[in-house]
């Protein structure tokens, strides 16, 4: 069965916004656990939870038989999982959950926008990623829509603290986002493991070493299964749709999560939401998701490892009698080929334009 070129975008989309959803809600959600727990163990709780869920999945796939065969993680990508771990999983947590300290749950979901645009700013301009006409609208669409969410007469002035923090966690999601894309075509379960498991081991032996205390059993608890759930699952989607669609696609449709944790925040917490700017963020997500980007273009030799399907890009053959059953994953060569599709800026389309 050949695989199709036009499905996995598709996919890579579905992902990324049920990614982003997750991720959204578990603003309000962290906001109710922060008077019983430090940002700083906070974020070691929540990372925690998100790596003990990814591994309890991880286990439960393998007893069954369902676990595919990934392209493991490397020795050579350790400076990688070392700058996502930091950037992503330490730094940017505390300062997030530092500023939402200071800040009204939904002031803080409607600042994460910051980390389309920074995203998009270093993939395009850092890392050759393309984003065209169509989608840099539909970004600044979700962007404006997000930050008309809350209620218009709120004063960010007497906050610049907590906003000046949570813009920081911003960039430093999006220096990770662009990180964790160069490793998108690995293990994604893996690689969310990797990074939730080690973070959380950081940050909270850093909460332990400077005085905090552990909850109790309850706050305990709902902190370890907000981060399951908000940061475990969300990330391994943003890994799937990063492999799909590029870091910068990936993080327009990721501009939805903080519609996704003001909108959590009118039922939990009593704030407001401007419905305007909901319709403004569902016609960047639709002008998103309809842009077509196709044109000639040549593909250099390429060797490296993936899970795959046999389409136009792996056309190769197999050691043995049968070939493996799709999708699939083994070390393959790329041969040069020059064609023209639409396509996005994954592993396989990074060229200038």
């Not at 439960?60 to 400076?79: C, I, M, S």
């Not at 970004?139 to 404006?144: A, E, G, P």
């Not at 218009?152 to 923090?165: E, F, K, N, V, Y």
């Not at 706050?219 to 910068?248: E, K, Q």
Request: net charge neutral; aromatic share 4%.
């Amino acid at each position: 069965m050949r695989g199709s070129l036009h499905a996995a975008p598709r996919d890579g989309v579905a992902a990324a916004l049920l990614a982003a959803l997750l991720f959204g809600a578990g603003t309000p959600f962290a906001k109710l656990l922060l008077p019983g727990a430090a940002p700083l163990l906070l974020a070691g709780l929540l990372y925690t939870g998100a790596g003990l869920g990814l591994g309890a999945v991880r286990l439960f796939r393998r007893t069954r038989g369902r676990a595919q065969r990934e392209a493991r993680l490397r020795g050579d990508d350790l400076p990688l999982l070392a700058g996502i771990v930091l950037t992503g999983g330490v730094v940017s947590p505390v300062l997030a959950l530092l500023g939402l300290a200071r800040l009204p749950a939904s002031e803080a979901s409607l600042l994460l926008n910051l980390e389309v645009p920074f995203t998009v700013l270093l993939a395009v301009a850092l890392f050759g990623e393309h984003l065209g006409g169509r989608a840099l609208i539909a970004t600044v669409l979700i962007v404006l829509g997000g930050a008309a969410l809350g209620d218009g007469g709120a004063d960010l002035q007497g906050r610049r603290i907590g906003s000046a923090l949570v813009a920081a966690a911003c960039l430093g999601w999006a220096l990770d986002n662009n990180l964790t894309q160069r490793l998108s075509l690995r293990d994604p379960n893996a690689l969310a493991l990797v990074k939730t498991l080690a973070a959380g081991a950081i940050n909270l032996a850093l909460a332990l070493v400077v005085g905090y205390a552990l909850p109790a059993a309850r706050p305990l608890v709902a902190a370890l299964v907000v981060g399951s759930v908000s940061y475990g699952m969300s990330i391994v989607l943003a890994i799937h749709a990063m492999r799909r669609l590029g870091a910068a696609r990936q993080a327009a449709l990721f501009a939805v999560a903080p519609f996704a944790g003001a909108l959590l925040s009118v039922a939990l917490l009593g704030e407001r939401m401007e419905p305007l700017a909901a319709l403004a963020m569902a016609a960047g997500v639709v002008l998103l998701v309809r842009e077509r980007h196709a044109h000639e273009h040549l593909h250099e030799p390429l060797e490296h490892d993936h899970l795959h399907v046999h389409d136009a890009h792996h056309d190769h053959e197999h050691e043995g009698t049968e070939e493996p059953g799709e999708p699939h994953a083994h070390p393959h060569r790329h041969r040069r080929l020059s064609h023209a599709h639409p396509h996005v800026s994954d592993a396989h389309h990074r060229h200038t334009h």
